[in-house]
């Protein structure tokens, strides 16, 4: 059963706006629903998760408070580069990660790695 079950990451923000484009405009996820000026999810279409980004909070992301997506092949400098113009910035996130991929803080502070390695159990 739960290696079947969906899975919803929900999140406060402070600025909706602005991590809605970060991962909308940056990384490319589509708006899954919204209700205005409360919460935003995202994700991809049919995906079994979705992220919840819920405004009026107060995040406190740590260093380890990771988002990693294994996408199996090389990082496109271009998905980077549009991560940082949506708000991003690009972050060491220690030798490992450093060296498997690329690691992008949201507006809120919140890691996103996008892992040049391939997802095994």
């Not at 990771?66 to 940082?84: C, F, I, S, T």
């Amino acid at each position: 059963m739960i290696a079947t079950a969906h899975l919803r990451l929900a999140r406060p923000t402070r600025d909706l706006p602005a991590v809605r484009r970060f991962y909308t405009e940056g990384l490319g996820l589509d708006v899954l629903f919204h209700k205005e000026g409360e919460l935003v999810m995202v994700g991809a279409p049919g995906a079994a998760w979705h992220l919840e980004l819920v405004a009026g909070g107060t995040p406190t992301p740590a260093d380890e408070d990771l988002l990693v997506l294994y996408l199996d092949g090389p990082v496109d400098e271009a998905l980077v580069e549009r991560l940082v113009a949506a708000g991003g910035r690009r972050v060491s996130q220690g030798e490992y990660w450093d060296r498997w991929g690329v690691t992008v803080a949201d507006p809120d502070g919140y890691r996103l790695v996008l892992s040049t390695r391939a997802w095994s159990n």
